[in-house]
């Protein structure tokens, strides 16, 4: 861990203050951000412009995902103190190191003496560079003030620090240097730099006292000018770095503001630099860090435990990303207030680590970070953390007489219970500020609360947050929606949304390659890849991944005597142009966790009866085979040329483990399957919608929207006409909340008997009357896992800073925040209000400002349209200039607020409705839209 700076010494000797520096961008101030801690938070930090970190802390992904959006990392580097932790791989004689700084356990160096010189350079800083940092932050620049404070003595320390600074950029010219403080050498050393910064302009904190307090009136008067000179004489960029407490959001925001009206650049956080503070743009913490018990879950996997299975897809349509962490392993020792939007757990059954996890959480909840905790706590709420959360435990529960004495809409989201369940533990609400969302009397007169919330977060305990029949027939009690929102205390952002592109619902088509060996029942008995070519794919010409499992039709697999036959058809239908080239492995895995490398196949078999995979004969188990092994055979045998596997097609239960996931990830190859979505009206509880993305380790699996007809079957066992049921789950899956895309996801035996053939013809039939974006499976693969990612972050101007919008170009806006603002916002192409939601059309950027504003917008603006925005241009009020194109279908758009502007489009027919113009292609591309308003 790295030492903050001697700026916090240095305000306690002297009144002053130290900081770090950035470079300029034109016309406008960099954004800065200072993290020290473990494990950086690169999804947050990634967003500004410059972000200074301790590189020992930053392995070499995460210092490339740093830079992801277009920023400098700037590495942490001590010019003028040895840290103890970080040592030297040579001895540095006793003269180069002479005196100790024993508030940060280093030792200061005689920055006059060649050994120390040629440590920083050669042991510190060449490795830095060579490890691809092409920025430092030089930190204690002023420590030698503790053994030569002035005179001739610190004038020979400060001529060495010029001479240390002049040389890295002789030997690195390529090196940007941000100084922290350094005030009395910027005239020999400012074209050499980049910035400057110095800590503690308005709010510090004490090392001594422990205190955090605002800057006497003496040490502002003193450090405002040095500030002033550096923005004002030298015109670099000057950063304050204040601080205040972790759990005072607002405070920190008050300061960066008013550091911000001064003309520089804040940074707003706690002195040891480990939490994600405020600076000119404040990103908002989209992932939710969840906690498991995995010693208790089947197979220690994350998907079979409820936090995922249940609250990980409210989650996700609230914005938030879920990020799994075993609760049994090392826990974060960073403040989490301002990384996580809070911290998520529902466990089943006490912890075995009960008290190491309970004075963690009090630790963080005090420090800020809001808790919802679902079902069983898993410790004690009593102690300190009783108090904390105002609760009181309360056991012994009478069976008799338990009754409902008054409820909200939290706690009766699908249905109360008939009668009230008993539990084994209640809450009293004891402490101030809870909202008891549902209160309950026993035959004693006691009043109990199962479910509250309160500055500290909330609670829902069991067993009144899910009501369950059996496996298949549960039902939601708690409304997870509002209940997370009001437990995290989540606020109105502008979502980033994976279902909805330019006012459009995605569409996307899959056919996992099951059963393409099969014969339909039907006259001449053909190959259901026969009929699915003749009956499907040449009358719905629309993006469809299709895929084969090798160990069906190829030379190894179970049916050699089919390849003649298999094999060409296989390549009619990768030949189509609007079908993309997937694979489903060489031997379908039915349960990923039960194979290991070099099982034989066909070894053991599943809680269904099925083997663990194909019992393809001496065939051994391999996951690099299952993958790159079968694209290769689809790309050497079956693919057109340049048109290779883009997409893996997860089989069985589509569980893949992390290197499964990362062999995909080396490929390039996007991946798809998974998940069990398949609501019904018979049976409409959101407890059958599943999430949008499982984590494993560094790689996200991305589910599909809705499970395949096998579910809607019965495992083919009837109603074989069962999957027009699908319908039913677009239709819940879009309103009241627009959760899902639409997926037609089936498998090849639905050619193989007329019913489950014609229910195919009614689902599609069904989707061409909806407004849809057809799309591949790869291209909402894309979009999916770049949502997880997507920066969402407030400006100190009032904007919202959005990153990572190339492939993920939809925002959601609460109706609370008004309307996008088109005159002043970058890359936003266009707005649309339809029953599900306001969704903003960005234009497909990396990145892109929106501001807002009351009024819905009056200037032309993309409504609606079929296809992706390829270009765009905002030239200016009432003219704009773009081309769209579709996947594979006629192009169609609608321009919004065209009245008394000139639309050309080429090769278009133009349709005037009202304010709007709507515009209808033959082919799937359209060439160069131009708007152009002349009094707008």
């Not at 979505?677 to 509880?685: A, F, G, L, M, W």
């Not at 200016?876 to 200039?881: A, H, R, Y």
């Not at 278009?908 to 839209?929: K, M, P, V, W």
Request: include cysteine; aromatic fraction near 10%.
């Amino acid at each position: 861990m790295a030492k903050l700076f001697i700026c916090t010494l240095a305000w306690l000797f002297f009144g002053l203050g130290c900081t770090a520096v950035y470079a300029n961008a034109p016309n406008q101030q960099p954004s800065v951000a200072f993290y020290y801690g473990n494990e950086p938070p690169v999804e947050l930090l990634s967003q500004f412009d410059w972000i200074v970190v301790e590189a020992a802390n930053v392995d070499s992904t995460e210092q490339r995902l740093l830079a992801q959006h277009g920023g400098q990392p700037f590495a942490y580097v001590s010019i003028g103190e040895l840290d103890a932790w970080r040592g030297a791989t040579t001895s540095l004689p006793a003269a180069a190191l002479v005196t100790s700084n024993t508030a940060w356990n280093s030792q200061v160096a005689d920055l006059t003496h060649p050994a120390w010189r040629t440590y920083l350079l050669e042991e510190h800083i060449r490795p830095l560079w060579e490890a691809g940092y092409r920025g430092l932050f030089l930190d204690t620049l002023d420590s030698y003030r503790l053994f030569a404070p002035d005179g001739p003595a610190a004038e020979r320390q400060q001529a060495a620090l010029v001479d240390i600074i002049h040389s890295i950029k002789q030997q690195l010219p390529e090196m940007q240097l941000l100084l922290n403080r350094g005030f009395e050498v910027l005239e020999q050393v400012h074209g050499e730099i980049v910035g400057v910064a110095a800590e503690s302009l308005y709010r510090g904190w004490n090392p001594t006292t422990q205190v955090y307090g605002a800057v006497p009136d003496s040490d502002q008067a003193w450090l405002y000018p040095q500030l002033a000179r550096v923005r004002d004489q030298y015109q670099l960029p000057a950063i304050a770095i204040d601080y205040v407490p972790a759990n005072n959001r607002e405070l920190a925001r008050d300061t960066a503001q008013r550091i911000h009206a001064e003309g520089f650049i804040p940074w707003v956080s706690v002195p040891q630099l480990n939490q994600m503070g405020v600076g000119l743009i404040e990103p908002i913490p989209r992932r939710v860090l969840i906690l498991f018990d995995k010693s208790t879950t089947e197979a220690g996997e994350l998907a079979y435990t409820n936090a995922h299975r249940y609250l990980a897809m409210p989650l996700e349509y609230l914005g938030y990303g879920a990020e799994y962490l075993d609760v049994n392993g090392p826990l974060p020792s960073d403040l989490l207030h301002g990384r996580y939007a809070g911290v998520v757990t529902w466990f089943n059954e006490p912890l075995t680590n009960a008290s190491h996890y309970s004075a963690w959480l009090q630790h963080q909840m005090e420090h800020g970070l809001r808790a919802a905790i679902v079902g069983l706590p898993g410790v004690p709420i009593s102690g300190a953390l009783g108090r904390l959360m105002g609760l009181r435990e309360v056991y012994g529960i009478a069976s008799q007489g338990l009754t409902v004495v008054n409820h909200d809409d939290v706690a009766n989201f699908e249905g109360m219970p008939l009668s009230p369940p008993t539990p084994q533990t209640s809450y009293e609400v004891v402490g101030s500020g809870l909202t008891a969302h549902l209160t309950l009397r026993d035959n004693t007169g006691r009043h109990f609360a199962p479910i509250v919330t309160g500055a500290w977060g909330g609670l829902a305990s069991y067993p009144w947050v899910v009501e369950e029949a059996n496996e298949y027939q549960k039902r939601w009690n708690l409304d997870p929606f509002a209940f997370l929102q009001r437990a995290l205390a989540l606020p109105d952002i502008p979502v980033p949304d994976a279902t909805t592109e330019n006012g459009a619902r995605y569409w996307m088509t899959q056919i996992d390659g099951d059963a393409f060996v099969s014969r339909a029942d039907l006259p001449g008995t053909p190959f259901t890849g026969e009929l699915m070519l003749s009956d499907i794919l040449m009358r719905y010409q629309v993006p469809t991944t299709v895929s084969i499992i090798e160990g069906e039709i190829g030379p190894e697999g179970l049916y050699p005597q089919y390849r003649s036959v298999l094999e060409p058809l296989a390549r009619r239908i990768f030949a189509l142009p609007w079908v993309e080239v997937a694979t489903h492995t060489f031997s379908h895995p039915f349960e990923w966790e039960n194979l290991n490398e070099n099982d034989l196949a066909g070894q053991g078999t599943t809680t269904a009866g099925f083997n663990y995979n194909m019992p393809i004969p001496n065939y051994r188990f391999s996951l690099r085979r299952e993958i790159e092994g079968s694209a290769n055979y689809i790309n050497r045998a079956l693919a057109p040329a340049g048109k290779p596997v883009s997409v893996v097609l997860w089989t069985g239960n589509a569980l893949p483990p992390e290197e499964a996931l990362a062999i995909a990830d080396e490929l390039g190859l996007r991946n798809i399957n998974g998940g069990n979505t398949s609501v019904t009206h018979s049976n409409p509880t959101m407890t059958r919608v599943y999430p949008m993305l499982r984590p494993v380790g560094r790689y996200l699996q991305v589910y599909a929207p809705q499970i395949n007809e096998n579910v809607y079957t019965n495992n083919m066992l009837g109603p074989l006409w069962g999957y027009r049921r699908a319908i039913e789950t677009y239709q819940i899956t879009d309103q009241p909340r627009r959760l899902k895309p639409i997926d037609i996801y089936y498998h090849f035996y639905s050619a193989a008997s007329p019913g489950a053939l014609r229910a195919l013809h009614q689902v599609y039939e069904y989707v061409l009357t909806q407004e849809t974006l057809p799309v591949y499976t790869s291209t909402w693969s894309d979009v999916a896992t770049q949502w997880y990612h997507t920066g969402v972050a407030r400006h100190l101007d009032g904007s919202w800073m959005i990153q990572g919008t190339h492939h993920m170009r939809t925002l959601r806006l609460p109706t609370s925040l008004g309307w996008p603002d088109l005159q002043r916002s970058t890359n936003v192409a266009g707005v649309r209000e339809i029953a599900s939601g306001r969704y903003v059309a960005l234009s497909g950027a990396n990145d892109a400002q929106l501001y807002l504003t009351p009024h819905a917008p009056q200037t032309p603006h993309l409504r609606y349209a079929n296809g992706r925005i390829d270009t765009w241009q905002h030239l200016s009020p009432g003219n704009i200039t773009l081309s769209l194109a579709a996947e594979q279908v006629p192009l169609q758009a609608e321009l919004a607020a065209t009245q008394g502007c000139q639309v050309s489009a080429p090769n278009a027919r133009l349709e005037q409705r009202g304010t709007s113009t709507f515009l209808h292609y033959g082919s799937a591309r359209g060439e160069r839209i131009e708007v152009r308003c002349a009094n707008r």
